[in-house]
């Protein structure tokens, strides 16, 4: 007699037995197709796959999930082998191999290495950049783009930084942050990335359609600023941050991005460092106090000067909607023209061009 898990019923064998129902391994979760004969439970242990089968799963539900994946792990080595023997390119947004013969990677590099301002020639490591470690095998563990994408992070993070600290000279160190990250964020990387065609260029084992393998899309647009940045030089990558990621602020409310924590606080200590008076609260226009919907509008001085109005159900959510925006103010306080340091480095080509 088979040793069943305790949630399957005689009812649910038999429905599974007739195919009338879906079944899904308790400890893998895979989603059954059909159940083996009884007399072959016994030999889930040697079967398994995964090796993590223990005495209490010798079921029919978990052999069936065990030979299940052993059965689809021999079939994907046996498509990945086939694909390799034709030569066929996979496609990686959906991890299928693309049809047709139209398909040339030296040719798309070389259109990519055009819309990055530059010849291929002059990139020779853009290949490697678009190349996860996924895609290759032991002997060739450098060939992957980890160490190009630390460089490329931290580069492009470097002149973002450097353009909001002297854009924004009244902007506090955790806005500057906030900013930076967002600008560097997955799912900035991910559209800039698309829009530059770097997605279908990457190599990699597994499908990028899905959300959690999207860091890899990131990883390769940080490795190609790395690129931008070793082969080319400091300029390229500048202008890749300034024609690609700093553009992604238009349209943007600031105030959504930046996290502001006790912004009453943050505003008495900002006009205290200014030798002004501290900000004084005071209601403005009311309306519908004894309603269920009331409205307030309250403004925040400093003196006789108004910084800011805000408007709320309660007088407090109104104080602190003043106070929010008396601060985004003074944090988007802009320098036009503001010179940054990297503007002694020299000009460099432009590294973005739009095929019209």
């Not at 002997?139 to 783009?145: F, I």
């Not at 959510?317 to 940054?340: D, G, I, N, W």
């Amino acid at each position: 007699t088979p040793v069943l898990h305790p949630r399957l019923s005689a009812s649910m064998l038999r429905t599974a037995r007739f195919g009338l129902g879906v079944l899904r391994c308790a400890t893998h979760g895979r989603r059954l197709s059909r159940l083996p004969p009884t007399s072959e439970v016994g030999n889930c242990l040697t079967s398994c796959s995964l090796r993590t089968c223990s005495v209490a799963d010798q079921s029919l539900r978990h052999f069936s999930a065990c030979t299940y994946l052993r059965q689809e792990k021999e079939l994907t080595k046996a498509e990945e082998a086939d694909g390799l023997k034709q030569g066929t390119p996979v496609d990686p947004r959906t991890g299928e191999r693309r049809k047709g013969s139209n398909w040339s990677d030296n040719t798309e590099l070389r259109a990519l290495a055009q819309r990055l301002g530059h010849d291929l020639k002059a990139l020779p490591s853009l290949k490697i950049a678009l190349t996860h470690k996924s895609a290759l095998g032991s002997s060739q563990e450098q060939d992957h783009n980890r160490r190009f994408s630390d460089l490329g992070e931290l580069v492009l993070k470097l002149y973002v930084h450097e353009y909001l600290y002297f854009r924004y000279p009244n902007l506090s160190g955790m806005g500057l942050y906030d900013l930076r990250e967002h600008l560097t964020s997955q799912d900035v990387s991910v559209n800039i990335a698309n829009y530059l065609g770097i997605t279908d260029l990457i190599r990699c084992k597994y499908p990028l359609n899905l959300p959690r393998n999207l860091y890899i899309i990131q990883w390769a647009f940080y490795a190609t600023g790395g690129v931008l940045y070793a082969d080319v030089g400091p300029q390229a990558a500048r202008k890749l941050v300034h024609d690609c990621i700093l553009p992604q602020l238009a349209g943007k409310d600031v105030h959504d991005i930046i996290k502001l924590q006790h912004p009453k606080l943050l505003l008495k200590n900002i006009l205290s460092d200014q030798g002004q008076p501290l900000p004084v609260s005071r209601l403005l226009r009311e309306s519908g106090r004894l309603t269920h919907f009331p409205s307030f509008v309250v403004g925040v001085y400093s003196g006789d000067r108004l910084l800011a109005e805000g408007c709320g159900t309660s007088l407090k959510r109104a104080e602190k909607e003043a106070t929010v925006a008396a601060l985004m103010k003074h944090y988007q306080v802009e320098v036009s023209q503001a010179p940054l340091p990297s503007d002694r480095e020299g000009s460099g080509r432009a590294v973005f061009r739009r095929n019209e």
